[in-house]
């Protein structure tokens, strides 16, 4: 009974959220892709020519980019170890938004790439592609693109097929449990190619089901984050972290002058905090009181957000915070990990081509699904159509 019932469930809810999963799996292996794509589209700008020529200083380098800024506040440079790497600079509007102006119609910051020898920006602003996975994350978490739809409906639908992917997910292992030679691994992993039509069909569904269990159950618990407040507040209480602080859309910059800054000294307290670093990101402080915050990666980082933090008073210099990944407990290592263990670039590249696997074999679980269902209502009508045969008075 118990088999029946799960049965009856699991095949109505692959039927009805399937489609969404299929279209979230389907962006998130297109997800997967975006940053060796990014990076090719864009190499001739981020990745500096081989030319003699030592870096600026910071401070002459940060002159130099905010007096090629019109209208525009240095908010944010990227450096890395990597020489032929140019330095990343985020520039935000100094023109405040009223408070009611919708996000849509905000000032949204721009990324612009900079030499690092001569502190020229580059006309290019080496952002091609982005506007495109832009949109695909959009649909993969909110169902949208650009201005289509609402953020918070799709957010929930997004959420509740997470959720239903979990059900799917355990009940199918348990529909499809061997009877007989559970501990042959070729009853649980192989595809018999042999086989045609309905067999072939359902033994698909059901190893490519297997073989994506763990995946799906990581990415749907890791993913339900981004749908449900109340989930991701849970998870940093459970982890016993401090979850971070949202910054406000509109809210980078406003026309008062922002507090100097010695980026030299905070250079120098970088290096002395660290071995050596992978990249750094500076984020000036855009009023007074504010920190100078770096946000920096090891040489050799756990994942690509392991990041490490200093805070500095911008006006002695001295160290307010220092936080790094590896020193942090348990429960914080892994609130910080959320993303990559979402991608699958917590394990690295392999991870990455798993996890991007895994999410494009969605969308063959659902229409396999499909195919399984409308064959099973094809048969019960030929049945139906046999016994009303059957119970006509001209049959008897």
């Given at each position: ?11 109505f809810v692959g ?6 999963l ?11 892709l975006?940053p ?10 981020r990745t500096?020519?081989?030319?003699d020529?030592?870096p ?5 380098l940060?002159a130099r980019?905010?007096?090629q800024?019109?209208?525009r506040?240095?908010?944010s440079?990227?450096i ?5 790497d140019a330095?990343?600079v985020v520039?935000?509007s100094i023109e405040?938004a ?13 990324t ?7 502190g020229?920006?580059f006309?290019?602003r080496?952002?091609?592609g982005?506007?495109?996975f ?10 949208m693109?650009?201005d ?9 639908i997004?959420?509740a097929?997470?959720?239903l992917?979990i ?7 348990y ?8 501990r ?11 086989r ?5 069909v359902?033994?698909?569904h ?11 159950l ?15 507040r ?14 406000g859309?509109?809210?980078d910059?406003?026309?008062a002058?922002?507090p ?15 071995t050596g670093?992978?990249s750094?990101?500076?984020?000036l402080?855009q009023?007074?009181?504010e ?11 756990a994942?690509?957000?392991a990041?490490n933090v200093?805070?500095l008073d ?6 307010l ?5 590896d020193?942090r407990?348990?429960g ?6 959320l ?5 699958g670039?917590?394990?690295g590249?392999p991870?990455?081509i798993?996890?991007?696997l895994a ?19 094809r ?6 159509g046999?016994v009303?045969?059957?119970?006509t008075p001209a049959?008897?």
């Amino acid at each position: 009974m118990l088999r029946r019932v799960l049965f009856q469930i699991h095949w109505f809810v692959g039927v009805s959220a399937g489609v969404v999963l299929a279209l979230v799996g389907a962006t998130g292996a297109l997800l997967s892709l975006e940053p060796p794509v990014v990076s090719a589209l864009n190499r001739d700008t981020r990745t500096l020519a081989a030319r003699d020529g030592a870096p600026l200083p910071l401070d002459d380098l940060l002159a130099r980019v905010q007096a090629q800024a019109a209208e525009r506040r240095v908010q944010s440079l990227q450096i890395s170890s990597d020489p032929r790497d140019a330095i990343r600079v985020v520039l935000a509007s100094i023109e405040r938004a009223a408070p009611d102006a919708p996000p849509a119609r905000r000032p949204r910051p721009e990324t612009r790439y900079v030499d690092p020898r001569t502190g020229q920006v580059f006309a290019e602003r080496g952002d091609r592609g982005e506007g495109f996975f832009r949109g695909v994350l959009q649909l993969h978490r909110w169902l949208m693109l650009g201005d289509l739809g609402g953020q918070a409906v799709g957010r929930q639908i997004v959420g509740a097929s997470t959720v239903l992917c979990i059900f799917l997910t355990l009940s199918g292992l348990y529909l499809r449990w061997p009877r007989r030679n559970r501990r042959d691994w070729r009853t649980w992993l192989a595809i018999d190619f042999t086989r045609r039509g309905r067999p072939f069909v359902w033994r698909l569904h059901a190893i490519a089901g297997t073989w994506v269990l763990l995946f799906y159950l990581l990415i749907a618990f890791t993913g339900l984050q981004w749908s449900y407040e109340w989930y991701r507040r849970g998870l940093y209480a459970l982890a016993g972290a401090e979850m971070p602080a949202r910054r406000g859309a509109g809210a980078d910059g406003d026309d008062a002058p922002a507090p100097r800054v010695d980026l030299a000294s905070a250079e120098s307290a970088l290096r002395a905090a660290t071995t050596g670093f992978r990249s750094a990101t500076f984020t000036l402080p855009q009023r007074a009181g504010e920190p100078l915050q770096i946000r920096y990666l090891d040489r050799d980082p756990a994942h690509e957000r392991a990041f490490n933090v200093l805070s500095l008073d911008v006006a002695s210099g001295r160290v307010l915070k220092s936080e790094r990944y590896d020193e942090r407990s348990a429960g914080g290592q892994l609130v910080a990990s959320l993303l990559p263990l979402h991608t699958g670039s917590f394990f690295g590249l392999p991870g990455r081509i798993a996890f991007g696997l895994a999410s494009l074999a969605m969308p063959l679980l659902t229409v396999t699904g499909w195919m399984l269902y409308l064959d099973r209502r094809r048969a019960r009508r030929r049945v139906e159509g046999r016994v009303a045969v059957e119970a006509t008075p001209a049959a008897r």
